[in-house]
């Protein structure tokens, strides 16, 4: 199948946990929701600026907006600011809900609280505000539900290092220093006992968490290597 609607570079891509509907975010402005079960586009919402990213409908674009988009509605609920024209370049959601991370190009994080009610997803409370690298923020990370009780923010930089953050107290727990250009992206395995991190160097690397070693260096790309994904289920794979 092939979704071709967007007139720009596609940013974004996820699916609803269910795997009936996936989203999409693009340069060209719009944020698309498709029924997997059908042909076309079921929903688009305009951003009016490039969409860069994009989780469970919480989209950031490059004029420095975040959006909630309520699917019942069809329409933004809210709508945060945290820095004006500062491109908003990466969000995450811890995997309770409770909170929501939105990094910048400035080197910024931006915490919020989620609060519990009729419209968890549009009561933001703000709790922290984190200047975790001097360089642009291309990735930043919640840790999965395994974690708990501990819970880590990494965040992925143009400063070529990516750094585990420990949510108790906003402290630096690691600094990952091996990439030789920016890295793009990151991704936990199930139990966070390890990282996996993709770099413009060509390589994606294995980290411990337990004590930020690198473990493995993964080559044979021969341009940048800027996402990667993890599968390390208990269920059998078919792969």
């Known amino acids: 199948m092939s979704y071709d609607s967007h007139t720009n570079n596609v940013m974004a891509v996820g699916f609803q946990c269910d795997g009936n509907w996936m ?24 951003s009016r600026a490039a969409v860069n990213t994009v989780t469970e409908l919480i989209s950031g674009d490059q004029n420095g907006n975040i959006r909630v988009w309520d699917l019942t509605a069809n329409s933004c609920s809210c709508e945060l600011v945290p820095e004006v024209d500062t491109a908003v370049r990466s969000l995450t959601v811890m995997w309770d809900g409770s909170l929501v991370v939105a990094a910048n190009n400035r080197g910024t994080c931006y915490v919020w609280r989620l609060l ?43 400063d070529h290092t990516v750094k585990i953050w420990n949510l108790d107290g906003f402290t630096l727990e690691k600094t990952l220093v091996g990439h030789q250009r920016w890295v793009w992206d990151c991704v936990f395995s199930v139990d966070g006992a390890f990282l996996i991190t993709a770099s413009s160097d060509s390589t994606a690397r294995l980290w411990s968490m337990s004590n930020g070693e690198e473990i493995k260096v993964y080559r044979g790309h021969q341009k940048a290597t800027v996402c990667c994904a993890l599968h390390d289920g208990t269920e059998p794979s078919s792969c």
């Open 23 to 46: 989203y999409s975010g693009s340069e060209d402005g719009t944020v698309k929701i498709w029924d997997l079960r059908a042909p076309g586009c079921q929903r688009e919402y305009e």
């Open 116 to 158: 519990q009610g009729t419209q968890t997803m549009t009561n933001f409370e703000p709790l922290h505000k984190l200047q975790a690298h001097d360089g642009y923020i291309l990735k930043c990370l919640l840790s999965p539900e395994l974690c708990d009780p501990n819970r880590y923010l990494a965040t992925a930089s143009a």
